[in-house]
């Protein structure tokens, strides 16, 4: 899971079948809102484990993807922006290496239930609600 507190079953919202997602393969990309505003999110497995993060850099707040889905590095170690090359560690989003700093990527709460990938809203990460005046994907 990628959020510190463990989610409960409200409030889930499933994203896709477990399946769906192959140990270091393309991840998951959909779209959120971060504080009220549209991003786009990708969840990914990592050494078995499904992990999502906002997808924005640390270094300039910019998506990291270099093809949508793309974000692991050539040797599949690290997430890597595709822009400025900064690295960041799959299981915590900790800043590895490259212009990010110390920190972390934004966390978004998933779990893994019933075969199923949810995602979980937090007070700073809500879903997209498309039937709401200016709703709509990121540009």
């Given at each position: 899971?990628?959020?510190?507190?463990?989610?409960?079953?409200?409030?889930?919202?499933?994203?896709?079948?477990?399946?769906?997602?192959?140990?270091?393969?393309?991840?998951?990309?959909?779209?959120?809102?971060?504080?009220?505003?549209?991003?786009?999110?990708?969840?990914?497995?990592?050494?078995?484990?499904?992990?999502?993060?906002?997808?924005?850099?640390?270094?300039?707040?910019?998506?990291?993807?270099?093809?949508?889905?793309?974000?692991?590095?050539?040797?599949?170690?690290?997430?890597?922006?595709?822009?400025?090359?900064?690295?960041?560690?799959?299981?915590?989003?900790?800043?590895?290496?490259?212009?990010?700093?110390?920190?972390?990527?934004?966390?978004?709460?998933?779990?893994?239930?019933?075969?199923?990938?949810?995602?979980?809203?937090?007070?700073?990460?809500?879903p997209v609600l498309f039937d709401e005046p200016g709703a709509g994907s990121p540009p």
């Open positions: 899971m990628a959020d510190a507190a463990a989610p409960g079953a409200e409030g889930a919202l499933p994203l896709c079948a477990s399946a769906d997602l192959a140990e270091r393969g393309p991840a998951l990309v959909f779209d959120v809102l971060l504080h009220g505003e549209p991003v786009r999110a990708f969840a990914l497995r990592f050494d078995g484990v499904v992990v999502a993060y906002v997808n924005r850099c640390l270094h300039v707040p910019m998506e990291m993807d270099w093809v949508s889905g793309q974000f692991l590095d050539r040797e599949q170690r690290f997430i890597v922006c595709a822009t400025h090359g900064a690295e960041y560690e799959p299981a915590d989003g900790r800043c590895v290496g490259g212009p990010c700093g110390r920190g972390r990527l934004t966390a978004v709460a998933v779990a893994e239930c019933d075969g199923q990938v949810c995602w979980y809203p937090s007070r700073d990460i809500r």
